[in-house]
């Protein structure tokens, strides 16, 4: 098993930027790929943003040109870069990481980002 961390979220105004981590509490061989998903109160879990093992990435189309997501493969962390934060982005953002090899699909506990004034 592995446990992921994540750590960095808060309340930001309107245009405004944070920066998600997550840590993951183990090195891991071969990772499929690892994301970042959201969800906002009353609604159901989204996903915002992956990158797989090659170093390739992919976003939701709400949160393209504003959010980069990123990894230190030496720190076992996976961050997600916010700018431009839009009320809307208001959610608990939790990260994934999948590796079929060791047969993990491990979720983090969540973060809370308001966007606020």
């Known amino acids: 098993q592995v446990q992921l961390v994540e750590s960095g979220g808060g309340l930001v105004r309107p245009g405004g930027s944070l920066r998600l981590s997550c840590a993951a509490s183990?090195?891991?061989?071969?990772?499929?790929?690892r994301g970042w998903y959201r969800q906002a109160p009353g609604k159901q879990r989204e996903w915002v943003a992956t990158?797989?093992?090659?170093?390739?990435?992919n976003y939701a189309d709400s949160v393209k040109g504003r959010f980069t997501i990123s990894r230190d493969n030496a720190k076992n962390t996976v961050y997600l870069q916010m700018n431009s934060l839009k009320p809307e982005d208001t959610a608990v953002y939790y990260c994934n990481l999948k590796s079929l090899a060791d047969n993990l699909d491990a979720w983090g506990q969540g973060t809370l980002v308001t966007v606020s004034s």
């Open positions: 183990r090195s891991i061989f071969s990772i499929n790929s």
């Open positions: 990158i797989i093992s090659g170093g390739s990435t």
